[in-house]
């Protein structure tokens, strides 16, 4: 969770720190040294901060880590954020602050279980690639004798 107000970051940190295991940086510069130190599946994140936006963290990250999922939070309804979240953040939930921990946490569960259905999607499609090969190179020894 990437959030500059140091209360909602201990705040998040003691409602779902039984639930998740939980990460926490003041900035995106944090954030994204927690990325590279870490396995992290989905990340959290405030949208006004100081250095940057959520989208623009968000958008800054995908060409290194385009497989975590998505979370924008923010205190303001701002419909323009909303757009960029969605076209430039690839976001897969926009909420407002503050939220109601069932509703969060429920969020977070379903980006678990999306970012697990497309790993193991991906292991699929690699273990088809792996088989394809195994048949083309059968076929062409076959072939050749």
């Given at each position: 969770y990437v959030d500059d107000e140091v209360n909602n970051l201990h705040a998040f940190k003691a409602a779902f720190r039984r639930d998740f295991n939980v990460f926490t940086a003041e900035s995106a510069m944090e954030g994204?040294?927690?990325?590279?130190?870490e396995k992290i599946e989905v990340i959290i994140t405030d949208q006004r901060?100081?250095?940057?936006?959520g989208v623009e963290f968000l958008e800054s990250i995908i060409q290194m880590y385009p497989d975590p999922i998505r979370i924008l939070l923010t205190?303001?309804?701002?419909i323009q954020a909303v757009i960029d979240a969605i076209n430039k953040g690839q976001v897969y939930h926009y909420m407002t602050k503050p939220w109601d921990e069932d509703q969060l946490r429920n969020i977070i569960n379903k980006a678990f279980e999306v970012f697990s259905l497309r790993a193991e999607n991906k292991e699929l499609v690699r273990s088809l690639l792996r088989a394809n090969e195994q048949l083309e190179f059968l076929l062409r020894q076959k072939l050749l004798s």
């Open positions: 994204r040294k927690l990325l590279d130190q901060m100081p250095e940057m936006t205190g303001y309804t701002d």
